[in-house]
């Protein structure tokens, strides 16, 4: 067996729905493997000069909605695969969240989908891909 428990990072983009596809085949050629699927989400936080600006709850709401539509589309992705996997979502920052769940729950590899950035935009803007696998402490596929 290759790999006994898969985490799939998905955030609804065209690189998460690759990395969950990856993650369909793999499971597919392994019966017996666990497959899990997390959405990280953070609500909104404005600064102004050294405090928080408050947030309307209707745009913390709206938030929570879209984040439980991608885990619904994950959910729906994974039914019609026909494999038998778990969906949750997550609130946190994303690279830690991932890692931290990964490792909470004994997840052997870590599938995440890439953006793509590159060079100075990669190393101002920070990837979350990037942070999983610099800090990740079990193998990481990364899907473009």
């Excluded at 369909?24 to 017996?32: F, I, Q, R, S, V």
């Excluded at 019609?80 to 949750?88: D, L, S, V």
């Excluded at 991932?98 to 599938?111: F, M, P, R, S, T």
Aim: aromatic share 8%.
């Amino acid at each position: 067996m290759l790999f006994d428990k898969i985490l799939v990072a998905y955030d609804g983009s065209k690189a998460s729905k690759k990395a969950l596809d990856k993650a369909l085949e793999l499971t597919k050629l392994t019966p017996g493997v666990k497959l899990d699927v997390i959405h990280v989400y953070d609500f909104p936080r404005f600064y102004v000069a050294e405090g928080f600006v408050p947030i309307s709850p209707a745009v913390h709401q709206e938030f929570y909605d879209m984040a439980q539509q991608t885990v619904d589309d994950a959910t729906r992705r994974i039914e019609e695969a026909g494999i038998n996997g778990h969906t949750e979502l997550v609130q946190g920052s994303p690279s830690e969240a991932i890692l931290e769940y990964a490792k909470q729950n004994g997840h052997d590899v870590i599938i995440i989908g890439s953006r793509g950035l590159g060079g100075i935009r990669e190393f101002v803007l920070g990837s979350v891909s990037h942070n999983v696998v610099q800090h990740a402490r079990v193998p990481v596929l990364v899907v473009k």
